[in-house]
Every structure is written in C-alpha cells, then in structure tokens.
Nanobody, 125 residues
Framework: EGQLVESGGGLVQAGGSLRLSCAASGFTFDDYGIGWFRQAPGKDREGVSCIRSSDATTYYADSVKGRMTISRDNAKNTVYLQMNSLKPEDTAVYYC??????????????????WGKGTLVTVSS
C-alpha cells in the first residue's frame, strides 16, 4: 500500500528557512504528481505547490510564489519543499499528497490517491 511520510518541520523565526521532505513508498512514484498542502489552525486546507511527474513542471499558489521551491528526486522517491523568507502566516501543518494530475493553481492536484500525515511548521515573529 502506498505511503507518504513528511519530515523537516519545526520552529523557525520569521525570515528563516526550512526544507520539508516527502518520502514515498509502495507505489510507482514516477507516475504521480506530488504536491504540498497546508492547514493552519482554524483555517481551511490550502494547496501550496505541486510538481508534475512527466516533466517536473512546477506550480505554486500565489501566497508562496517566489519564496518556496518544490523539487523531486525520482531516484530517492522523494519530493522537497524549500521554504525561504518564512512568515508567521506560513505556520501550519504541511501535508504532501500524490495525485494523477498536477496543474496550475488554484487547482493544483487532481485525483489524489495518497496523503501523508503531516509535519508541523511554526514561524515565530
């Protein structure tokens, strides 16, 4: 059965950086678009970024464009989210997901088959 495991969350000061990882197992990683969502306390889940399987094209939500970079290493079955210039409003649980399609936001991922359990990112002011 497919599994996604996030890591790399933690506490960071505003303006700092973190790199999240999403390690996949149990399915054909190369066939899937992989993306990140986040959910802050009391708020709806928000799509952040995704990367296509076919050509590694990347897409970003406007709220993170220019500050976050998604990448994938198919040899390691891992996707990364490099987060720079972090703001307190970036505080959330970050989840990765594997889907049939990754497209421009606000759409993002379509046909999600697998979810991770999340990693907490806290940005202090």
């Amino acid at each position: 059965e497919g599994q996604l495991v996030e890591s790399g969350g933690g506490l960071v000061q505003a303006g700092g950086s973190l790199r999240l990882s999403c390690a996949a197992s149990g399915f054909t990683f190369d066939d899937y678009g992989i993306g990140w969502f986040r959910q802050a306390p009391g708020k709806d889940r928000e799509g952040v970024s995704c990367i296509r399987s076919s050509d590694a094209t990347t897409y970003y939500a406007d709220s993170v464009k220019g500050r976050m970079t998604i990448s994938r290493d198919n040899a390691k079955n891992t996707v990364y989210l490099q987060m720079n210039s972090l703001k307190p409003e970036d505080t959330a649980v970050y989840y990765c997901a594997a889907a049939e399609l990754c497209a421009k936001y606000p759409g993002g991922l379509y046909g999600i088959d697998y979810w991770g359990k999340g990693t907490l990112v806290t940005v202090s002011s």
